[in-house]
């Protein structure tokens, strides 16, 4: 695990706490919890990333902390987490969706309110998902992982991470809670039980890139779907296969594309949610493709040839 660490400029970025909500990440000491833990066990959250990713979560190693927020790693470089979904904690309302500019450190900030007082944010995204005003289950992809934050803030990749109740900053953040068990402060792994939302955070768009257009798919049974999509602009093809069961866990998945003609290419092995991306030239020719997840496997004939 990477401890996170707010380098350079540190404590200084944080100085000046804003009146306005979000509020600002600045150095002290844990204040007094305004509800017992089990309060905040009833509302029910979950880790904020898909289910059965293991993350380390870490609140001492910044001087950006004030009470109980967390910041999320799993990789074991500075970059390896960067842009890994994230998701919701629980079901809500999205009453934030922006970056946050000079504001304070926060920078492509999401939070959800979950109803009765209770939030939660999700910080120094690299990109976010959802609108302001947008309705959120729980477990649905709501951003990736990043280090975006205030000019002249130099963090590596995480996710920071809080649970609010009420609004008298900071005595409103209190000890997150995961599948009914209150987070083992200062730091602790925790496996996510995110699972009630079943749907793949990736998308085929997400998986080849932009540019890129679903043209076909095809089901592999109930144990994901492979795509086929084009790009316009450079006449490549890609394919990509997406699991619909085992998310986040690594399970047999390939994904392949030949363009008539030419070699097939392939991507296989054990993934937690894809296969590929598969990307070849094929402008006006005929290709071939297909994949497979679980026991399904498809292969297309010679189609779309132009």
């Known amino acids: 695990m990477k401890l996170r660490a707010i380098a350079i400029a540190g404590l200084a970025l944080f100085l000046s706490v804003a009146a306005a909500d979000p509020g600002e990440e600045s150095g002290g000491d844990p204040p007094n919890q305004v509800t017992a833990d089990a309060s905040i066990m009833a509302t029910n959250f979950q880790l904020p990333f898909p289910c059965g990713q293991a993350w380390t979560g870490n609140s001492n190693g910044s001087s950006a902390h004030l009470s109980w927020e967390i910041d999320f790693n799993r990789g074991s470089t500075a970059d390896a987490d960067l842009g890994d ?22 920078g492509n900030l999401v939070k959800i309110d979950h109803g009765g007082g209770w939030a939660t944010y999700y910080a120094h995204l690299n990109t976010r998902s959802v609108s302001e005003g947008a309705t959120v289950s729980q477990g649905q992809k709501i951003g990736t992982v990043g280090n975006t934050s205030k000019p002249g803030n130099n963090i590596s990749p995480h996710l920071h991470y809080e649970v609010r ?25 925790v496996t996510s039980k995110n699972c009630g939302n079943t749907t793949n955070p990736y998308t085929p768009q997400e998986v080849c890139g ?95 040839c132009s």
Request: hydrophobic letters at 35%; glycine letters at 12%.
């Open 85 to 106: 979904p994230v998701v919701a904690a629980a079901a809500g309302t999205v009453v934030i969706s922006a970056h946050q500019g000079s504001t304070n450190g926060y």
């Open 165 to 189: 109740l009420g609004t008298d900053y900071p005595s409103n953040i209190q000890k997150a809670v995961f599948n009914g068990t209150t987070f083992g402060y200062p730091n602790q792994t």
């Open 210 to 304: 932009a540019g890129y257009d679903v043209i076909d798919s095809a089901a592999l049974g109930t144990s994901g779907t492979v795509y086929l999509l084009y790009n316009s602009g450079n006449g490549n093809n890609c394919v990509a296969t997406l699991k619909r069961t085992s998310l986040g866990t690594a399970t047999a998945t390939s994904a392949y594309l030949e363009v008539q003609g030419s070699s097939r290419v392939t991507d296989s092995g054990n993934f937690a949610y894809y296969a590929g991306p598969v990307r070849a030239a094929a402008a006006d020719k005929c290709v071939r493709w297909g994949g497979k997840a679980g026991s399904s496997t498809y292969d297309s004939i010679f189609e779309h």
